[in-house]
């Protein structure tokens, strides 16, 4: 059983895949929330100037 675990711990044959998958994903996960955040900031951005627009509208 000591030489099977012993086998396990020498093998990095898959190592560098999970390292890739791992990039890939904080990768991703820094890019949805940084696309939540600019998203959540020009959906104000539109509504403050569709507010300004009508407000405008209404005075001529």
Same mark, same amino acid.
């Not at 390292?19 to 900031?41: F, H, M, P």
């Not at 539109?46 to 407000?55: A, E, I, S």
């Given at each position: 059983?000591?030489?099977?675990?012993?086998?396990?711990?020498?093998? #990095?044959? +898959?190592?560098?895949?999970? #390292?890739? +998958? &791992?990039?890939?994903? &904080?990768?991703?996960?820094?890019?949805?929330? +940084?696309?939540?955040? %600019? +998203?959540?900031?020009?959906?104000? %951005?539109?509504?403050?100037?569709?507010?300004?627009?009508?407000?405008? #509208?209404?005075?001529?």
């Amino acid at each position: 059983m000591k030489t099977i675990f012993a086998r396990l711990m020498k093998d #990095e044959s +898959g190592a560098t895949a999970i #390292e890739y +998958g &791992l990039i890939a994903a &904080l990768i991703s996960v820094a890019l949805i929330t +940084g696309a939540t955040t %600019l +998203g959540g900031q020009l959906n104000t %951005l539109f509504v403050d100037l569709g507010t300004k627009m009508t407000t405008a #509208e209404g005075k001529y």
